[in-house]
C-alpha cells in the first residue's frame, strides 16, 4: 500500500510570531512498508510550545532544532494500516513523533502501542496521559514539594500543564491562586476548584491581584509564563519558596537577548529554590516516575478529581493556526488537531 501525506515544512527561521510565509505545506509519497517498518496514518497531533524554540535553531538545547526545509515532527497518535514487524498489526493505535503529517512510515522501535482504558479517547495520550499530563505531575510533586495548606500560584493555569497543576494541587491540599486571559478561563479554573483565578489581561495590576488573592504569599510558584508573572512570583514569594521552572510562554517569540526579572535578588533575599526541568529528563533520572505519574492519574480521572479540557482544530491544513493560537491563549486545556 501506498498514499499521499500532507507535511509541514519549515522554511525559515520565524522572527517574532511565525507568519505562514515561514512554513511549507507538501505532499509526499508513503510507501509501504519494508522489513522491521509500519505504515501509520496519524488521527491526531499535538501542537506544543516548545514547538517555537525549536524554530529558532538553538544548537544546545534539549531537543535539536527543526532543519529548514525539512518536515516538523512532535508527538501524534495513528493507526497503523499496515504493518511488517510482528509487534504491530493493522488497526493498532500508535504514539509516536512523526507529527505535523497525514501518514508515515517509520521502523517499529520508534512507535509505543497506545491501549485506551476505559472512557478514555486515545488523544488522552497527547495530554492528561502523556507529556503534559507528566510534565505537570512531576514538576509539582518532585519540584514543588507541595505540603498541604501551602499557596501556590500557576499561571497558564487554563492550558494543558497548567490545569492539570490546578487540579493536582488541590488534591495535594494547596490553596491556588491560577492567573489565565480570559474570564471563560476563570470560570473554567473555579470549576475545577481553584481558590482564586485572576485574569491577568484585564486586572489593572497583577502584582496587586497576587497579593490579594494570597494576602500570606506564595510558597510555590508554577510557571508556564515567565517575563511579568515570574516578577510578581519573586515579589509575592515567602521565605524558602519553590520556584517550578516549566516554561516561559511569554518569552518564546523574543529570538534576541531577553531581559531578566528585574528583581531577581529576591532569589537570594529569600532562599528561594528555583529549579527548571524537562519532563523526559526529569522522568528518566527518577526511577519510577512514570509509572507512579500514570497510576495516580488514572485512579485521580476513575474519582472524578482530574478532569481535562480539549480545543479540537479539524484538519492538518489548519495545524499552523492551533500552533500559532498557543501564543493568543486560543485554547482551553490541550490544543490538539484532528487530522484523521
Ligand atoms: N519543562 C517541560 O518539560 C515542559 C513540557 C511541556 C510544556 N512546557 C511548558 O509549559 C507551558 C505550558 O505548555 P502547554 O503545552 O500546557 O501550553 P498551554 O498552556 O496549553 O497553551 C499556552 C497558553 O499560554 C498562555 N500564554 C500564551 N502567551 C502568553 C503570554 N505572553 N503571557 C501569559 N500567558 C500566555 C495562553 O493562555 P492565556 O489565555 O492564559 O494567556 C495559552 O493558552 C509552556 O511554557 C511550555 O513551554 C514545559
Known amino acids: 500500500m501506498s498514499l499521499k501525506s500532507r507535511q509541514m515544512h519549515l522554511m525559515s527561521r520565524p522572527n517574532g ?26 488521527r491526531w497531533m499535538s501542537v506544543d510550545p516548545y514547538m517555537r524554540p525549536r524554530m529558532i535553531g538553538m544548537e544546545d538545547s534539549y531537543i535539536p532544532p527543526f532543519s529548514l526545509g525539512e518536515a516538523m515532527d512532535g508527538t501524534a497518535v495513528g493507526e497503523v494500516l499496515e ?6 498489526s493493522r488497526g493498532d493505535l500508535v504514539l509516536s513523533f512523526m507529527g505535523w503529517r497525514e501518514a508515515f512510515t517509520a521502523p517499529a522501535d520508534q512507535l509505543e502501542k ?6 478514555i479517547d486515545e488523544q488522552a495520550f497527547l495530554g492528561v496521559l502523556g507529556m503534559p499530563g507528566l510534565t505537570a505531575y512531576s514538576g509539582l510533586l518532585h519540584l514543588g514539594q507541595p505540603v498541604p495548606g501551602e499557596t501556590i500560584f500557576v499561571s497558564g493555569a487554563a492550558g494543558a500543564v497548567g490545569s492539570y497543576v490546578c487540579q493536582i494541587a488541590k488534591i495535594k491540599g494547596l490553596n491556588v491562586v491560577a492567573s489565565v486571559g480570559s474570564e471563560e478561563k476563570c470560570a473554567w479554573v473555579l470549576g475545577r476548584g481553584v481558590d482564586h483565578a485572576i485574569n491577568y489581561k ?3 495590576n497583577l502584582l496587586e491581584a497576587v497579593q490579594a488573592a ?11 509564563v515567565g517575563a511579568e508573572h515570574l516578577e510578581v512570583a519573586l515579589e ?3 521565605q524558602f519558596a519553590r520556584f517550578v521552572e516549566c516554561g516561559m510562554i511569554a518569552t518564546y517569540n523574543d529570538v534576541g537577548r531577553r531581559p531578566g526579572p528585574c528583581n531577581i535578588i529576591n532569589i537570594v533575599l529569600k532562599s528561594i529554590r528555583m529549579e527548571g526541568y ?4 526529569l522522568a528518566a533520572r527518577t526511577p519510577g516516575l512514570k509509572e507512579a505519574f500514570l497510576r495516580d492519574m488514572l485512579q485521580w480521572i476513575a474519582e472524578g478529581r482530574i478532569r481535562w479540557e480539549e480545543t479540537v482544530i479539524e484538519g492538518i491544513e489548519n495545524a499552523l493556526d492551533g500552533f500559532l493560537q498557543l501564543f493568543t491563549g486560543g485554547n482551553v486545556g490541550k490544543m490538539l488537531i484532528r487530522i484523521g
Open 214 to 224: 494570597a494576602p500570606r504569599g506564595i510558597d510555590i510558584y508554577f510557571d508556564n
Open 114 to 119: 497506545i491501549d485506551c482504558p476505559p472512557g
Open 236 to 238: 509575592t514569594a515567602n
Open 17 to 42: 510570531m511565525p507568519t505562514p510565509e515561514n512554513f511549507e505545506m507538501r505532499t509526499v509519497d508513503v510507501g509501504g512498508p519494508g522489513p522491521g517498518e509500519v505504515l501509520v496514518r496519524n
Open 202 to 204: 484585564t486586572v489593572p
Open 278 to 281: 524537562i519532563n523526559s529528563t
Open 83 to 88: 504493518s511488517a514487524d510482528p509487534a504491530f
